[in-house]
């Protein structure tokens, strides 16, 4: 596992790839920082991140649309079927690499909410106020929820890399996937006139619920652990990786 963990870090910089990912995440990560927080003259993180996950839409595809198809493409799938090396150790490795580059970007833009405690201690010295400032405990949260929310998606991204042989596909329909799973938690805020949900059926309503990422998203802003959600996280990346594995599994004995 660890030799393709390395392979894959290697490559993404070998290849313009993991540049290129890392320089857009930062670039929107920062130009949405001051947007959300010093523009709007506002202390409160949770918008910056609540639109840093539909980033994801288009920044997750990014890192996974090369994972296998890129493999397949190039001719090189057998060598890796073949490799001394089991299948969930060729997935595992591959997928820690992606989430590497995916976390190593959100740390790394972290540095964007420094300015926001500077400034709040620069105000809370010249007044006699209560300190005013970006809540620590919700940008933790939020943190936690960015990553385990990007954990999930990467898995699906591996998963559909998988599935197909190029690479523009693959990022096609990871972004439909992504879109959806993060949009859907709009269809549940949708109200009538009356303030009744226009989908009537609830089972329907619970269905968009589970399959949304963004309704676990809540507690973690609020500064307040889930660790329900966190388990659904965790589970839905085991879910799409072991799916992963079985699609190699069946294309080495197949």
């Not at 523009?168 to 949009?183: E, P």
């Amino acid at each position: 596992m660890f030799a393709i963990y390395r392979k894959e870090m290697r490559s993404y910089f070998i290849n313009p790839i993991g540049y290129v990912y890392l320089g857009i995440f930062l670039v929107f990560s920062a130009l949405l920082c001051c947007y959300t927080t010093l523009i709007s003259a506002s202390y409160s993180t949770t918008t910056y991140f609540f639109y840093l996950i539909m980033s994801f839409i288009i920044l997750v595809p990014i890192l996974t649309m090369r994972l296998f198809a890129e493999e397949r493409k190039l001719r090189t799938e057998q060598m890796l079927l073949t490799a001394p090396v089991s299948i969930t150790g060729m997935v595992l490795g591959k997928y820690f690499a992606a989430l590497t580059m995916f976390v190593s970007g959100v740390l790394v833009s972290c540095v964007n909410l420094i300015p926001l405690y500077v400034i709040a201690a620069k105000e809370t010295s010249s007044s006699s106020l209560v300190h005013i400032g970006p809540a620590t405990g919700q940008i933790v949260g939020s943190l936690v929820a960015v990553i385990m929310i990007g954990a999930a998606l990467i898995a699906i991204g591996t998963l559909i890399s998988a599935l197909t042989e190029n690479q523009l596909s693959a990022a096609v329909i990871t972004i439909g996937v992504i879109a959806a799973m993060i949009l859907l938690n709009v269809l549940n805020q949708i109200t009538d006139s009356s303030g009744q949900p226009l989908i009537g059926v609830y089972a329907v309503r619970f269905v968009i619920d589970w399959i949304s990422v963004m309704s676990r998203y809540t507690m973690f802003a609020n500064g307040l652990f889930d660790y329900s959600a966190l388990l659904y996280y965790v589970s839905l990346a085991f879910v799409f990786l072991f799916l992963t594995v079985r699609v190699y599994e069946k294309r080495r004995w197949g």
